[in-house]
């Protein structure tokens, strides 16, 4: 028998790369987040300029977070411990480049179409379809060289890091390509294919998922591997990291709709995302208590070691944030806090502590390792700990206080519950200034820590010589256990378990009558069969998921239908029930030529960064902004623009609430209508010409997705522009405002004055569960 | 003794790059946080979405703002004539109205109330001069702030302020004015400046 042994080379290189450009985006990141926060408290920092407006650079913010830093900082991670975890290099070099070259340059594509205004007007999604394509096609290539990597691997068996990062691609993949689906209108726009409550639904699927998929799972894919390395303990428990890990990714694409609770969006949705999301609260504590319980005999050397100090606090802000989730989704809970900055305060936990620190913790243990030398400074790392932390205290603490005063002022009544207290939205804004400056100075210290770092990192590099990991490996590996069957894998008791659960519970939850009493029953059955079947033959499944952990295709099929089945149940109901049907008793009015140019740059400058469209069912938003906003009000809406955040009133029904005059003056200074307002001047939308070239191809996109314009040439849609817009400029000039009626002012006029505009449509329908 | 001592915890044979795994048992609080949470989902499920036992979004809110409308209607002031001249000339009521007028209605008629007749960027008119748009007896200044005149720039009121702080604000309002003083219809004529 032959046992010649080759020595692999890894491929650090790449993962060098990775890891500088997530420190260098990182602070890119952080300093437009120390900006924008700033811009909150002192609205003179937008200058004025149209690429440093806030509605602007939120948006390049977020998306320099999550993507370039936490993005960079997830390949390098996955890289790194997936070529030692199955004993294999990358398979391509080519591959490897293209990813990091791809990646870099969808970066930088973005800071400069973010700031300039191209935007899709979506949350995290507001790249334009170009960039879109670009990167699914390198995620795809990111897709490539993992899993052939693992089909090159010499380790038979998948650790559970490796589970994370196949969920994470494969989901992400699903997500990312769902949520972009859009028409173009031109080189640089586009109309998203879903439009009202079915965009709202995709997005906020796609938008809470990117949180579990691409800033959690990989994450926590990285802890089970950097975690027990850097504290040489085991990892605490393998049969909790399968429950959470399964529980974790199916659970967790259902909560989407947590994010429009209390809104228009149907009930049966909405009990869904509650329910769903407290349930999700036990398998997120399954990731944590498997971080910080590896650490048990190893807590002593937390008092010397920057990496597990890193570690253990971003797990501990990981239990935090994911217990304060699920409290959120709770609907009362959510009344309060949503649209408030509570839930900055709650992503922020996550994203400075949870993704922060593990970044941290990770590039401190990597960088001594990758170039063969030893950290610079460990007492500088250790200082960079404490700041960062004391900064994250002060910037969620400065969150929690402002979104649960603001939100008990905005629903505070007087005289008997019939009027607000504080109708004046200005003094809830006023009241949480102090907040808002603390959340600057926390916010600043965190920067300041990852100043910190990149200064050792830069004295950690010079001089020193990079160098790759290598392995010696046998040349011809035995697998040890042996594989499953596809058939093996599909056809066993946990799978078969699994799925009849679910669709018992489906037929339960959707069923009419009887087909539902039938699913309740199989719901139970099934649960007290799995259970005793478990319990008698428990080791059967043990070594049923043994022999699955060597098939890497089953796996991930497995993985994919656990994953999808939450979005197919939502979504599908939803996209393919009759719009007639959905719309209650309203009917949105289709856009006029000109409002429609205004909403394309109402989505340009970002105004749904800090003003709803969507007054929920609830006292306080019905006494403040009119009538409870229906599903039909915004049918035609691509994309929509319910809104995430209240920095600003919502506008839902703000057309006809204020004449022409006041919303030019505002939109000039709006100080000079709203004292005390912390909103941008635009003063280029009073000057800058309404490009109309592009309203004739917008306008068939529009048809072409279902809105019922009629087939206007382009003569007749300039011809309606000209004649709405003169009126506008005549109202304005009554007023003692004269302004040319082809500035970009008129058409924000035109479509803020036609917001809530609606018809009264017979009700055919009452909106019942999906059926 | 019901668990073994660490030492003696059971280990998988398997080593990946040198990490190793306990086997260890699920902590029980956090099997029954997951159960209860089951539990709940079913209950809360069952209740709103098939018995229906609970009111949705929409039926709660209109229960809701139908007793609020209940409760104003039993409360409303009195917003005749003579009731707010009466309050025109109590300082408490007077005093109330100015805190009112100077947060919501300054921006537009100014803190002088004068509005267009004091500077022409000013959106709302003056208050304070004998002549009137839509109406200058004490109940018909009520009921246009409560209601607003949109096409103008006026805010309907009646939904921010409510009943009380209306009154207060005409109390202000009139404490310029005099019982029995001319009033003089002038309809509004923006084009040209000042229409009062």
């Known amino acids: 028998m032959r046992d010649r042994k080759v020595t692999i080379e890894f491929n650090d290189q790449v993962v060098r790369y990775f890891m500088l450009a997530s420190v260098i985006w990182a602070a890119v990141g952080m300093l437009v987040g120390v900006l924008i926060a700033s811009q909150l408290n002192y609205w003179r920092l937008n200058f004025n300029l149209p690429w440093l407006t806030f509605g602007r650079l939120r948006p390049l913010h977020t998306n320099a977070v999550i993507f370039a830093f936490v993005g960079n900082m997830m390949f390098a991670g996955v890289y790194y411990s997936t070529q030692r975890l ?135 894919g990285i802890m089970y591997y950097f975690l027990p390395k850097a ?136 960088l001594p390792r990758l170039w063969n030398k030893p950290l610079h400074s ?84 010079s001089g020193a010589q990079a160098v790759n990991g ?57 649960g007290v069969l799995a259970f005793t079947h478990f319990g008698s033959r428990g080791h059967a499944w043990a070594d049923w998921y043994d022999r699955l952990l060597v098939t ?35 009917r949105e009015i289709p856009y006029t030529p000109l409002e429609l140019a205004g909403r394309d740059i109402y989505v340009r400058e970002g105004c749904y960064n800090c003003h709803s469209q969507m007054i929920r069912t609830l006292v306080p938003d019905v006494l403040r902004y009119g009538d409870y906003s229906r599903l039909g009000e915004s049918i035609y809406d691509h994309p929509f623009q319910w809104g995430s955040k209240r920095t600003g009133p919502d506008l839902a029904r703000v057309g006809g609430k204020y004449p022409d005059v006041w919303h030019y003056r505002h939109m000039e200074n709006p100080r000079s209508i709203s004292v005390g307002s912390n909103m941008p001047n635009y003063p280029w939308l009073l000057a800058d010409p309404l490009d109309l070239s592009s309203m004739p191809s917008k306008i068939s996109v529009q048809r072409m997705l279902g809105v019922p314009y009629p087939n206007w040439t382009p003569e007749q849609i300039t011809e309606r522009v000209q004649t709405q817009a003169k009126g506008i400029a005549d109202s304005l000039k009554k007023d003692g405002v004269t302004v040319a009626p082809d500035r970009e002012i008129i058409a924000v006029i035109s479509y803020l004055q036609k917001l809530g505009k609606f018809e009264k449509v017979e009700a055919t329908a009452v909106v019942t569960s999906a059926k | 003794m019901t668990r073994p001592p660490e030492d003696e915890d059971p280990i998988r044979p398997h080593s990946f790059d040198g990490i190793q795994e306990y086997d260890k048992r699920l902590p029980n609080w956090w099997l029954f946080t997951l159960y209860i949470t089951i539990v709940f989902w079913t209950c809360y499920w069952s209740y709103y979405q098939w018995f229906h036992a609970g009111p949705d979004g929409p039926q709660r809110v209109e229960q809701q703002m139908a007793a609020i409308e209940a409760v104003k209607l039993a409360a409303s002031p009195a917003t005749d004539d003579a009731s707010l001249w009466k309050m025109s000339r109590n300082p408490t009521f007077v005093e109330a109205g100015k805190a009112v007028v100077a947060t919501n209605c300054v921006v537009c008629h100014l803190a002088s109330l004068k509005g267009k007749d004091e500077a022409i960027t000013a959106i709302g008119p003056n208050l304070v001069d004998t002549t009137w748009i839509h109406g200058g007896k004490p109940s018909e200044i009520y009921d246009l702030i409560t209601k607003g005149v949109l096409v103008k720039g006026m805010p309907t009121w009646g939904p921010v302020l409510g009943q009380k702080r209306i009154s207060e604000a005409v109390a202000y309002i009139l404490s310029f004015h005099q019982e029995g003083e001319p009033i003089e219809i002038v309809p509004a004529a923006p084009a040209t400046p000042p229409a009062p």
């Open chain 1, 552 to 586: 890497c295709l089953p796996f991930s099929i497995l993985t994919f239908i656990a994953v999808a089945a939450g979005g197919l149940i939502q979504i599908i109901p939803t996209v393919i029930a009759n719009q007639a049907a959905s719309v209650e008793d309203r």
């Open chain 1, 231 to 366: 504290a040489e303990r085991p990892v605490y428990s393998y049969r909790l990291s399968v429950v959470h890990f399964w529980s974790l990714v199916f659970v967790y694409i259902w909560a989407g709709p947590h994010h429009l609770l209390n809104t228009a969006l149907p009930g049966w949705l909405q009990s869904l995302g509650m329910t769903f999301s407290l349930m999700l609260w036990a398998p997120s504590w399954g990731g944590m208590l498997n971080g910080l319980l590896t650490l048990r005999g190893a807590w002593h050397k937390l008092r010397t070691d920057p990496v597990l100090k890193f570690f253990a606090a971003a797990v501990t802000f990981y239990g935090m944030a994911t217990f304060e989730g699920p409290l959120l989704s709770i609907k009362s809970v959510n009344a309060l806090g949503h649209y408030t900055d509570w839930i900055i305060g709650h992503v922020h936990a996550g994203a400075l502590g949870w993704n922060g620190f593990m970044a941290a913790g990770m590039i401190y243990w990597m």
């Open chain 1, 378 to 461: 460990v007492s500088l790392a250790n200082l960079h700990f404490w700041t960062g932390t004391v900064g994250i205290l002060l910037y969620v603490a400065a969150m929690w206080t402002s979104g649960i005063t603001q939100g008990v002022m905005l629903s505070a009544t007087t005289d008997n519950g019939t009027v607000l207290a504080y109708p004046n939205f200005l003094d809830t804004l006023n009241t949480i200034r102090p907040m808002m400056l603390m959340r600057v100075i926390g916010g600043g210290l965190f920067l300041v820590g990852w100043f910190m770092l990149i200064y050792n990192v830069i004295r950690t590099l």
């Open chain 1, 86 to 220: 199955v004993k294999a290099r990358l398979a391509s070099n080519f591959l490897s480049w293209l990813h990091f070259w791809g990646w870099q340059a969808i970066i930088v594509a973005a800071a400069i179409t973010l700031p300039l205004g191209f935007s899709r007007g979506k949350e995290y999604a507001e790249l334009i379809w170009p960039i879109n394509i670009a990167v699914a096609l390198i995620w795809v290539t990111f897709a490539v060289n993992f899993f052939w990597t693992l089909a090159r691997r010499r380790e038979p068996s998948l650790y559970v890091a490796i589970w994370f990062y196949i969920a994470t691609i494969l989901t992400v993949a699903m997500l990312y390509i769902v949520n972009h689906l859009s028409i173009p209108t031109g080189w640089l726009h586009s109309y998203p294919v879903f439009a009202g409550v079915q965009d709202a639904l995709v997005q906020w699927w796609y938008g809470h998922n990117a949180v579990a998929f691409f800033l959690t799972t990989p994450i926590l």
């Open chain 1, 470 to 526: 290598s392995i010696e490996v046998h040349e011809e590996p035995v697998p040890a256990t042996k594989p499953l069957s596809l058939v093996g894998a599909f056809f066993n008791p946990p799978v078969f378990f699994s799925v009849f659960g679910v669709a018992f519970a489906c037929a339960w939850m959707f069923g009419a009558s009887l087909v539902s009493i039938g699913g309740l029953v199989g719901l139970i059955t099934t």
